[in-house]
């Protein structure tokens, strides 16, 4: 009895501390830090004037084979840039000094001057802002009932972790659906999605770029986890009730090249199980598609993001299942990743890597990672 109560209650740490590390999360919890400034020391820094910023008009593509970017979104306070330079920085000693791939930066924020040229000194490749999202991008659908919304917000407060928050579900409604739609993505073959923060902890002999283009792999991840029930009461149904209207687009539950037994236990029950988002390269053609645009849309209508709290990873998991087979995902194994300094994967080839092979998330009691190999 003990025994199961304290591994219910490491059970619901595990659960707080995913949710928690979840997409575009770290901004959130930067931004709850105490501040430092309120401490009594008096430190009169100058001012540094730094030039203005402009976008590049063209965005150099080093690669003749297809266009590829890192792309994420940012707060625009001082903590978020030091998260964003720490992840550049290991962007670049890991892979990109090699490569200059040209990063795409988004912010629903303005972002400084300061900001902008201290993000781009970093980068051996172009590097362009797309800051003040408009609420066409980061808002409600059209179709959402704010009053239904603000009630879903009351009732989720303390219950769900940001559960409360408008800020994440606009975040989460942004990843999953509408910065597809961004006139910065329309000319990229490939993006490789990363959070503020995150850690990328081995040198890559490797172009992850090129390999998913020579293997014609469409979305790629390294960390599997479960997600937290209380996120997604109505999202599995709904999924369903598209699925029936577009048979032709999605995979056969009884195919074996499907992903459906990653989020199917005993071939029915809906196991919450899926790829993390926070890093993942992706051909974006299949967010383009006709199928994956439906999808989106059948989703947003609904309003899950912001009636119930649903989260872009799960939402961008599913429309693999339904619309992939499992050669076209792939697990990064060699690649040495960390989230929130707890969630790692070490390569089983970790010499050169920062990570301690022990840390592994991948053996943890959390992570579904099993489900699909
Ligand atoms: C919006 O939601 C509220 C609360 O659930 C409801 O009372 C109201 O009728 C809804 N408005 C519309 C236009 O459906
Ligand atoms: C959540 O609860 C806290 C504390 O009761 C309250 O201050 C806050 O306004 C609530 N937020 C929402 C969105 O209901």
Redesign the pocket.
Known sequence: MAFLQSLSKRLVLRIAACVLALSVISTVVLMARPNLRKRKIAISRPAVNYPPFHNPEHLHHPNPHFKAAYVTMTKGDAGSLANLRLTIRQLEDSVNHQRHYPYIIFSNEPLSTEFKTLARSLSSGDMAFYDKLDSTYYGYSPST?L??AA?ARERMNGSVLFGESEDYRFASRFMAGTIFRHPALQELDYYWRFETGTEYMCPLAFDPFQYMYDHGKKLSFSIALYEYGDTIPTLFETIMGFAARHPDWVQSTASKNSIWPFVLDDKKTFNMCHFWSNFQIADLSFFRSEAYQAYFDYLDNSNGFFYERWGDPIVLSMAAVLFLEKEQVHFWDDIGYRVAGYFTHCPADYKQCSCRPHENFDNDGYSCLSKFQ
């Open positions: 009932n009053t239904k009630e």
